[in-house]
C-alpha cells in the first residue's frame, strides 16, 4: 500500500551524518528506527536493512519498532545487517481486533512476520498497549514469551489532546492488568533505573520469559520544561527520553511539546566542530538536562513520514497514533464494525530455536 506525503523520507547521508554528529558530541550510541513504519523506508535502491548496516558500520546499536506487517520480507536482511533489537507491536491476538485497530492489518501477514524474525534469530521484544476491555486475551501472549524466552513490555495508554474526551473509558492502568495475569507466573521481581527516563519493573517468568513495565509515579516534573508545563498532570514520560530526529532534521524532546527543539542541518556541515556546537545547542534548548539527555537518551529517527495502517482506538473513530496531530500521512480508514475481543491467538511458532 502506498501512502502519498508532502514529506519525503530521511535521506541515508544525513541518518549516518547525525548518528556521527551525535557521537562527536559525547551521545549514546544508540539509535533507534521507529515511527511511522521503518520498513517503509527507501532512499533510491538502498532499503532499510542498508540503512541498518551503515548506521552499525558508523559504530552505533541499532534497534527497530515496527508493526510487522513487512517483517516476513525483511527479517533476513535486518539480521544480516546487524539490527540488535526488533520491537514488534502486538496489541491483541485476536485477528478482527487486530483488523479493528490498525484499519489495514492483516493478522496472518502479522503472524508470519514474527515466525520468520524469530526463525532467523533476531532478538525480539513485544509492545503492547493496554486497553480497557481489551486484556483478557494477554495469557496467549504470556504463554508465547514463556515458551520462546522473550519478552512483552506493557505500555500504558499515552493522553494526548486527540483522544482526551475517550480516554478515561479506554486507559487502564498496568497494576490491575499485572495482579490478574502476570504476577501469577513470576518467578522474581526486578528494578531497573536509567540515566534519564522512566524507571521500570522486570517480572521474570518461567522460560525466561520476560514482561516489562515503565513506572509513572517517579518521573521528577519539579524542574523546566515540566515544571511549567500545561501538560504536567497529563504526561507519562520524562522529557528527554529520546531524541526524536525528524525527516528535514528537526530534533524534538516530548511527545506532547513539538514547541521545543532546533534544527540539525545547518551543524552537519560543520566538520570538527559540530560536536561542540550540538552540546552548546542542545545546552540553550534543555538547560541542565542536556548532558543527561546525551548520556541516557537514545536518538529516535522517525524514517518516513507515512504510515500504511491508520490505528485507531477500539470502538471509536479516534486515532491514538502521537504522530497524528503531526504533517504525517496515513491510508483512509475502511469501514469495519467495531468487535469485542474474543480470539485467543493463533498457532504457535514451529521450528524454532530457543535463544
Known sequence: MKVSSNRNPLRYDDAIAVARLWIAAGGRREVELG??????????????????????????????????????????ELKTAGLSLLRISWHTTAPDRYREISGHGDYDTFYRGIEAAARVGLPISFNRVLLRGSTNDLPTQLDFICRYGM??????????????????????????????????????????????GRGRLRYHLPGNGIVEVKLSDQVDRSSEPCSSCAH???????????????PELNVHFCYLRRDIGFALSDLLSMDHQGGSCLHDRLTECVGGAAD???????????????????CFLPGTSISWCHKTSGDYSFPGRP??????????????LTQISRR
Open 232 to 246: 504536567r498532570e497529563t504526561c507519562l514520560e520524562e522529557f528527554g527520553d529520546y531524541v526524536r530526529v525528524e
Open 292 to 310: 543527561s539527555i546525551l548520556r541516557g537518551s537514545a536518538l529516535r529517527y522517525i524514517v518516513v513520514p507515512y504510515c500504511n495502517y491508520n
Open 335 to 348: 469501514f469495519m464494525a467495531p468487535t469485542s475481543i474474543t480470539a485467543s491467538g493463533r498457532r504457535g
Open 151 to 196: 519478552r512483552l513490555k506493557l505500555y500504558d495508554l499515552m493522553w494526548t489532546p486527540e483522544i482526551a474526551e475517550v480516554y478515561s473509558d479506554t486507559y487502564t492502568d498496568w497494576r490491575q492488568v499485572v495482579r490478574e495475569y502476570v504476577l501469577p507466573r513470576t518467578r522474581y521481581i526486578e528494578h531497573v533505573a536509567g540515566e534519564i
Open 35 to 76: 515511527a511511522l513504519e521503518p520498513l517503509l523506508w527507501r532512499d533510491g535502491k538502498l532499503t532499510p536493512s542498508d540503512l541498518v548496516r551503515g548506521l552499525v558500520e558508523s559504530g552505533v546499536r541499532v534497534t527497530m519498532t515496527t508493526n510487522g506487517s513487512q517483517l516476513e520480507k525483511n527479517a533476513a
